[in-house]
Nanobody, 115 residues
Framework: QVQLVESGGGLVQPGGSLRLSCAAS????????MGWYRQAPGNQRELVAT???????NYADSVKGRFTISRDNAKNTVYLQMNSLQPEDTAVYYC?????????WGQGIQVTVSS
């Protein structure tokens, strides 16, 4: 049974930081491209960042220079460090694990940026 469990979301003021974590189980973690996506009310789900390995990362233009994705294969965990958060970053953030055959999603976690 595959599980992706997100944690670390919440309410933060503009300019603040949060660190999301996603713990994976039931998959051979190192074989998967891991990613973070987000969906704001009324919008489609969009890519935030993906990581294959430490130096092989991809970011949406809107988060470049503010967000950093990383992974720890020994802990089966992917992280998203979010700095300089803005109200437009408010969304439900989803963890994703993708291989050539499978595509798995976490349940999502709310991030709200508001004063």
């Amino acid at each position: 049974q595959v599980q992706l469990v997100e944690s670390g979301g919440g309410l933060v003021q503009p300019g603040g930081s949060l660190r999301l974590s996603c713990a994976a189980s039931g998959i051979i973690f190192s074989r998967y491209v891991m990613g973070w996506y987000r969906q704001a009310p009324g919008n489609q789900r969009e890519l935030v960042a993906t990581i294959i390995s430490g130096r092989n990362t991809n970011y949406a233009d809107s988060v470049k220079g503010r967000f950093t994705i990383s992974r720890d294969n020994a802990k089966n965990t992917v992280y998203l460090q979010m700095n300089s958060l803005q109200p437009e970053d408010t969304a439900v953030y989803y963890c994703n694990a993708r291989s050539t055959v499978h595509n798995y999603w976490g349940q999502g976690i709310q991030v709200t940026v508001s004063s």
